[in-house]
């Protein structure tokens, strides 16, 4: 059994809760959206990449560093529950080892999560409200995601683009009200790429902001740092 992968690298998370924290990233190739600010779009239609096996991609991993040298195991795509096949074989090598697993996903595959998610630690779930993403709407899907989730869920982030309409904030909003209204909720500016060439407004963010906090208990306004200081 093998899977794409893109890339396998040492870096900093430079997004949602966990910014700052040194991982070893594992980015899988392919994914079931077609976000118009995705900035790792050229990479999974252009770039080259490897067909794996576990046992090859766990070697890579522990040649980047081990356990007690690296915060967790970032495992994101593309959109990584695309092969959960792969991941029932590959995570659990990991945990054997020693080390976390941080998943980065859009929340749209959740019966794919509960085939995986005994051996998952954290996760951070991309909202994907279709005015923003250009693609079609997912809330349906993401609200049942949420609910298997529960306590591993360790951050919900919103990515918001000039063209995000007001009521798909505030339906996202409402939704995590719902599900999971303590969970860290973080509006992430689009950084400029694709189709994306605009910056959100100030105003914009403010009154998000504000009407997430009537709302939600944990709310935080964070770009992408990795982008703004040159990390991979």
């Known amino acids: 059994m093998k899977a794409p992968v893109l890339e396998v690298f040492r870096s900093f998370q430079g ?6 924290v040194p991982q070893v990233f594992v980015r899988f190739r392919q994914c079931n959206m077609t976000c118009v600010y995705c900035d790792e779009m050229d990479k999974m239609q252009n770039a080259p990449w490897d067909e794996l096996s576990p046992e090859e991609l766990t070697a890579q991993v522990c040649a980047l560093g081990g ?13 990584p529950l695309l092969y959960t096949p ?7 090598q990991l945990k054997a080892l020693g080390y976390a697993i941080y998943l980065e996903t859009n929340g749209t595959l959740p019966e794919a999560l509960a085939r995986v998610i005994e051996w998952v630690d954290w996760i951070a779930m991309d909202l994907k409200p279709s005015s923003s993403t250009g693609d079609r709407d997912w809330q ?19 990515v918001v683009s000039a063209q995000l309409v007001e009521e798909d904030v505030r339906q ?3 939704m995590c009200a719902r599900s999971a209204p303590q969970i860290p909720f973080i509006l992430q500016p689009a950084t400029p790429a ?8 100030r105003e914009s963010l403010q009154r998000w902001q504000r009407f ?13 740092t990795h982008k703004l200081v040159g990390w991979r």
Request: charged share 30%; glycine share 8%.
């Open 140 to 158: 349906t899907a993401q609200e049942r995601f949420l609910r298997l989730a529960g306590k591993r869920l360790l951050c919900l982030k919103l």
């Open 67 to 79: 356990p007690d040298e690296i915060h967790s195991v970032s495992v994101t795509g593309g959109e």
């Open 172 to 174: 996202s909003i409402e």
């Open 15 to 20: 997004e949602g809760a966990f910014v700052g």
């Open 212 to 224: 997430a906090s009537e709302k939600l208990s944990d709310v935080r306004t964070v770009p992408q």
């Open 194 to 201: 694709r189709a994306i060439l605009e910056q959100v407004p």
């Open 86 to 92: 792969f991941l029932r074989k590959w995570l659990p």
